[in-house]
């Protein structure tokens, strides 16, 4: 019988795998880093923002960052004192667990601290994030940002389907009653995260942390557990992930 002529689907969004050869170079790449460099640094990012994480590489423009597969970034310093590239660096792959990335740079421990120290920056916070504070339009018109400027009055029907039971009046928009979008502590929907950027409500606080790091002398510091999860952690930072620095240009 002649085979059946049915529209078949083609996927278009499918990318080849960098294979053995792709997790070869990173490794290669990640091993002269540690070669040319005195700190290795861990790190975690809060908020995961690119456009924030670009500005901190600036500002870090003589040293590398790398993300990747914990695994592969694991297994270019070594997983046991057997089989590491140098002194000390297992504990550093050690520390690779969950969403994290390796800085690798001459600059003094005191400067790097500082450095993520003062770096952070509010931005809007993406579903699943945990809310930090109760935010709650007051009824009559409603208003944004502490101008407590109007909405244009053809954005009803688009505040009225995220759940906000809106009326236009007069050329207004406005609600009859006091309207919750959020409570601290709720994990927020995307329909929340929406409204919220609509009123210009930044929650979310992008920042890293810093979690250990090793020095060519074979010495290895453990600055702060990253147990915590107090952000989305949603980006390019994700330990799922091939990439090393190069893909953040």
Not at 19 to 47: L, M, Q
Request: glycine letters at 6%; proline letters at 3%.
């Amino acid at each position: 019988m002649p085979k059946a002529k049915r529209a078949q689907v083609v996927t278009l969004s499918k990318t080849k795998s960098k294979g053995k050869d792709g997790k070869a170079k990173i490794i290669e790449t990640v091993r002269e880093a540690v070669d040319s460099y005195n700190y290795v640094w861990v790190f975690s990012v809060h908020n995961m923002r690119n456009q924030y994480l670009k500005q901190v590489r600036k500002d870090f423009s003589t040293s590398r960052f790398f993300f990747g597969r914990n695994k592969v970034m694991a297994k270019a310093l070594g997983n046991t004192p057997e089989d590491e590239l140098k002194d000390g660096l297992h504990q550093v792959s050690e520390s690779l667990a969950g969403d994290v990335g390796l800085l690798c740079t001459n600059d003094s421990v005191e400067d790097v601290q500082k450095a993520m120290d003062e770096f952070s920056a509010n931005d809007y916070a993406r579903a699943g994030t945990i809310a930090t504070y109760r935010v709650v339009v007051p009824a009559g018109e409603v208003l944004r940002g502490f101008t407590k400027e109007a909405f244009p009055n053809n954005m009803e029907p688009q505040l009225r389907e995220l759940g906000m039971p809106t009326l236009l009046r007069q050329g207004k928009i406005t609600i009859d009653s006091d309207y919750v979008i959020c409570e601290e502590g709720d994990t927020l929907t995307p329909q929340q995260t929406q409204l919220l950027k609509h009123f210009w409500e930044k929650m979310a606080v992008f920042k890293i942390k810093l979690v250990s790091y090793w020095h060519s002398s074979g010495e290895f510091v453990k600055v702060s557990s990253d147990d915590e999860s107090d952000g989305d952690n949603q980006g390019n930072a994700s330990g799922d992930s091939d990439a090393s620095d190069e893909d953040m240009e």
